[in-house]
């Protein structure tokens, strides 16, 4: 689904290239939302310090160190915990999208999956609040991705509508659909949903544009 794909061993070849590695952390649960709603799989992502969604892990140095070695690294510092990558996680390899269209990205991305124990992401949730370095700095807190539909299409397609780094939003419909997590009917409907609430957030933010030209124009301040 990701632009761009190569195989891992053309990505470890490409001369002059970066390279950053994120993973997928989920679990299966049998809680429910206000005690009805099944919530079935807990999916973890991070706001970044940037305002966008992502997945945890970061740039990696293949001449240093595996890519698994190096995506373990940043995991414990954005984390604050151990989680042991290894191949058996890794899912795909693709170039970042670039900045411009008239531009190539120098930026490799490779994208794991690993599943754990409720109790494990659990302690994960925990531990990234509590003792990662990064908490507070370059990762401003853990979500979860809710993948179920409240009243009036809400959850996972309020969800889609955020912003997210690179292909992190291609990543997760792509890993959610291949595991089974959500299904390709609840998926386009989630999609479409998303579609016309970004149409609905451009109204709104041309609304508080307009209010705030209006009040830098009069000098006024709240």
Do not use: W
Request: aromatic fraction near 6%; hydrophobic fraction near 40%; proline fraction near 4%.
């Amino acid at each position: 689904m990701a632009r761009g794909q190569l195989s891992r061993e053309e990505a470890l070849a490409c001369s002059g290239c970066r390279h950053a590695c994120h993973v997928m952390l989920y679990a299966d649960t049998t809680s429910k939302l206000f005690g009805s709603t099944p919530i079935r799989h807990i999916v973890l992502m991070q706001m970044r310090f940037d305002g966008l969604l992502g997945f945890p892990g970061g740039l990696v140095n293949p001449e240093e160190e595996s890519l698994e070695a190096g995506l373990s690294r940043e995991l414990l510092e954005e984390l604050g915990l151990e989680v042991p990558i290894t191949e058996e996680d890794y899912v795909e390899t693709c170039r970042a999208p670039p900045l411009s269209s008239k531009s190539t990205s120098r930026l490799i991305l490779h994208f794991y999956v690993k599943k754990m124990e409720e109790e494990q992401i659990r302690e994960v949730e925990k531990a990234a609040a509590s003792t990662a370095v990064d908490h507070g700095l370059e990762v401003m807190g853990k979500v979860r991705v809710p993948l179920f539909r409240t009243t009036h299409n809400g959850g996972l397609s309020f969800f889609l509508s955020h912003s997210f780094i690179g292909s992190a939003r291609s990543q997760l419909i792509s890993s959610l659909l291949r595991l089974g997590l959500v299904s390709p009917q609840t998926m386009e409907k989630a999609l479409r949903k998303s579609l016309r609430m970004h149409a609905e957030t451009r109204e709104d933010l041309r609304a508080a544009l307009a209010f705030t030209e209006r009040s830098t124009a009069t000098g006024a301040h709240p």
